[in-house]
């Protein structure tokens, strides 16, 4: 969303580092940028626990269908990403959105940084049913949570989305003044979710180069959904996933020309039949045996 944009210009880190001196008494800089949405007719709010995080997500759908679980990407929620999609399940699947750690619902309110430990909490939702595991759908952030759990939990993760997903670590860039930002007491004018936000943007070139060793070992289907005008995380990133995942059965690439970032608001039917793709590379491979 816009909001990531926000976080990586100059011009925002400067106006927050003038703030005390310019803004004193304005409460325009503690937005809280989380959804308000909870639940409806269509969709339940259900809670986890992983671990020492009691994760929030979202639920609709047929309840022993084929379980979809949808990543946001940072910062952002499960409510202000995925609720279009969750209103419409086709039949035969299960769609879950997360809220996760350091958005949302879910608590503590802390930022993790690390995408094995943002993997790790996935786990307590990835089903199999029907010899068949969960597919993951990753937007921007997500996609490296979604690949480090196809890497970690092979025997439940049946396949992954990338959709706009920032996997490529020489594409990351964090600004010296977003380190600035990061330490109080400038951190103390971000809302929690922003400094949530700008924590995992700071790790996550990083976090990238120890992820990028486990791609090759992926076998799961990799579907990549990308825009070709994505501004936020560049279409680069494709390229590189394609000379990444090397071990997988099958990976497809959609490209959409013209698209920007916002994939989960513009291009549901996309993400759809990528997971339907998915779907079908698994039951040709079931039939096979």
Not at 143 to 163: F, H, R
Request: hydrophobic share 45%; glycine share 8%; net charge negative.
């Amino acid at each position: 969303m816009w909001v990531i944009k926000t976080i990586k210009s100059w011009k925002f880190w400067l106006t927050l580092l003038l703030a005390p001196m310019l803004l004193v008494g304005c409460s325009s800089l503690f937005i809280d940028f989380n959804s308000d949405f909870i639940n409806d007719d269509f969709i339940a709010r259900e809670n986890v626990q992983a671990d020492d995080i009691s994760l929030s997500y979202l639920r609709s759908g047929d309840p022993i269908g084929q379980r979809v679980i949808f990543l946001h990407g940072t910062p952002g929620d499960a409510g202000g990403n995925w609720v279009r999609m969750l209103k419409s399940v086709p039949e035969g699947y299960e769609f879950i959105a997360i809220d996760r750690p350091g958005f949302g619902h879910t608590k503590p309110r802390s930022a993790v940084t690390s995408l094995d430990d943002q993997a790790a909490v996935l786990e307590p939702l990835l089903v199999v049913r029907g010899g068949r595991g969960t597919i993951l759908v990753g937007h921007s952030l997500g996609g490296p949570i979604i690949a480090a759990a196809a890497a970690n939990y092979p025997e439940s993760v049946a396949g992954i989305v990338m959709a706009a997903g920032a996997l490529d670590p020489d594409l990351e860039d964090v600004l010296f003044i977003q380190y600035v930002g990061n330490v109080p007491p400038f951190s103390w004018l971000l809302d929690k979710t922003l400094r949530n936000s700008n924590k995992e943007l700071i790790a996550l070139e990083d976090e990238l180069r120890l992820l990028q060793p486990k791609l090759a070992g992926i076998t799961q289907p990799v579907m990549i959904v990308h825009g070709t005008m994505d501004e936020l995380v560049p279409y680069k990133n494709v390229a590189f996933m394609q000379r990444e995942f090397t071990g997988t059965r099958h990976l497809e690439v959609t490209k959409l020309e013209g698209m920007n970032h916002f994939l989960q608001w513009n291009k549901n039917a996309e993400i759809f039949a990528a997971v339907k793709t998915i779907v079908a590379v698994l039951n040709a491979s079931q039939s096979a045996r």
